[in-house]
């Protein structure tokens, strides 16, 4: 009978061959069938309680997982602009504070791009908001075609900033000239919904000594 026991999580007392003879003796042979099934059933309870602990470990952790994807989905969607994609103004802060940061370290280099789309008024309102979605997000993917290698924020309702390091920075010169082209372009377009025509006014401005925070570089690339 001692042979047949296969203890096991899943089973039964009786499937898992828990030892189950006739014996009443209140001898040494009883005390040691009682001791023996005692040691089985007890076996069988621990399997079940590792298994059910191993389970609710299981499940801890995929909660644990499924909240810290939660809160990364929040953390992306409370600094992501609901339409474009892009950064919103509060990500732009954050920017502009490792910015400010990095500036207090050390010497870097960077440019600020500001782009302030034209006529989003005048497609709200005589086309639809609907529309001046579309015109938006079209404007959008233009600065970020342009700057595919910078952050790029809506900082407001028709502007839109890139913060230009890298090679972005290397090249910023050729890029925002590419970048006034391209808006020129699509502007003189014949035959076009008036919310394809897409116009942006593009100013830049270089970090320089003399700037102390990242808002110097911003308000003068706003002037531009």
């Given at each position: ?19 189950d ?10 005390e ?36 810290d994807?939660q ?5 992306i ?5 609901a339409l ?5 103004k ?18 870097i280099?960077?440019?600020i791009?500001?782009?302030?789309i ?13 529309s ?10 233009m ?5 595919k ?8 309702g028709d ?12 090249n910023r ?13 699509t ?9 394809l025509?897409y ?15 990242a808002e110097?570089v911003?308000?003068r690339?706003?002037?531009?």
């Open positions: 009978a001692m042979k047949e026991f296969t203890p096991s999580e899943t089973l039964s007392y009786e499937e898992a061959g828990v030892i003879i006739d014996i009443k003796n209140n001898d040494e042979i009883g040691i069938y009682n001791g023996i099934r005692d040691m089985q059933i007890h076996i069988i309870d621990y399997l079940r309680n590792m298994f059910a602990l191993q389970e609710d470990k299981k499940k801890a952790e995929d909660d644990l997982r499924h909240k994807e809160i990364d989905m929040l953390s969607e409370s600094s992501t602009a474009t994609g892009v950064g919103n509060t990500a732009y802060i954050k920017k502009m504070d490792e910015l400010n940061r990095k500036m207090r370290e050390s010497d280099y960077f440019a791009v500001m782009v302030d034209n006529r989003l008024k005048h497609i709200n309102d005589d086309y639809g908001h609907r001046g979605d579309v015109y938006t997000k079209g404007c959008c993917h600065v970020c075609e342009t700057f290698h910078s952050p790029v924020f809506r900082v407001g502007e839109f900033v890139a913060v230009l390091m890298g090679t972005d920075y290397e010169m050729a890029l925002v000239s590419q970048l006034k082209s391209d808006f020129k372009k502007y003189e377009q014949e035959g076009v919904s008036p919310w025509r116009s942006a006014a593009v100013g830049m401005a270089e970090n320089a000594s003399v700037d102390s925070t110097f911003f308000r690339a706003d002037e531009e």
